[in-house]
């Protein structure tokens, strides 16, 4: 596509429940990360694709925090038992490749959890 | 995580002023450093990126100012324009060769008054 494309674009679910948030890349981006920004934060670093492999975890704050990547295309971010902490908006970024200059942002997911 | 360190937290300017936004960084081996713009609701763009062979780069109203020595890099703003009104955030990788890793400043609220 001609953007990174992120869904739902707005989602509110109770504590406790499980929520799944998809990014789309820039095709033929092989590069993919997740960040999260709270209120008032700025970027934090989540998880790192290069293709379909995650060699670099260590942002995920909690094992309830997981992700995906299939096809060297797709990515899915899984929040499991949610907690009132985890409200924040999560953005994806994908890049030509590795350590690339200048990633393209998707317009985030904003997650609200009551 | 090595920090960048960005200054000030917001920042109000009249219309036609220059806005100066300060980042600081530790990490030596950082080689990349880019500036992104936020819009409410929007994921970060890329506004203007620089590497420490240069002291300064220039692209229409923004420039980049690089101190290698002092680990420091601004960016600055002339003739701002309520149109400019947005977040701003300084980043830093260690770029090509590495995961490409973007470490994030916390942000600069502009607001430019017309």
């Known amino acids: 596509g001609a953007g990174v494309s992120q869904s739902p674009s707005n989602k509110v679910t109770e504590k406790g429940k499980d929520v799944e948030l998809r990014c789309d890349p820039i095709?033929?981006?092989?590069?993919l990360y997740w960040y999260r920004q709270s209120l008032g934060q700025g970027l934090e670093f989540l998880i790192y694709?290069?293709?379909?492999?995650?060699?670099?975890k260590s942002g995920l704050p909690s094992d309830r925090f997981s992700a995906e990547r299939t096809g060297g295309s797709v990515s899915t971010l899984t929040i499991q038992r949610t907690q009132q902490e985890d409200s924040a908006v999560y953005l994806c970024?994908?890049?030509?490749?590795?350590?690339?200059?200048?990633?393209?942002f998707g317009s985030g997911t904003r997650l609200t959890v009551v | 995580q090595q920090q960048v360190k960005q200054s000030p937290q917001s920042l109000i300017v009249q219309k036609g002023g220059i806005s100066i936004i300060n980042c600081a960084y530790e990490n030596t081996a950082f080689d990349y450093f880019p500036w992104y713009q936020q819009f409410p609701g929007k994921g970060p763009a890329l506004l203007i990126a620089?590497?420490?062979?240069?002291s300064e780069k220039k692209e229409g109203r923004f420039t980049i100012s690089f101190n290698k020595s002092a680990k420091q890099f601004s960016l600055h703003i002339m003739d701002s324009q309520p149109g400019d009104s947005a977040t701003y955030f300084c980043a830093a990788s260690e770029g090509f060769g590495s995961q490409g890793n973007l470490i994030f400043g916390k942000g600069t609220k502009l607001s430019v008054k017309p």
């Open positions: 620089i590497r420490p062979d240069v």
């Open positions: 694709f290069q293709g379909n492999s995650a060699p670099d």
């Open positions: 095709s033929g981006h092989t590069a």
């Open positions: 970024a994908s890049s030509v490749g590795q350590g690339s200059y200048g990633y393209t």
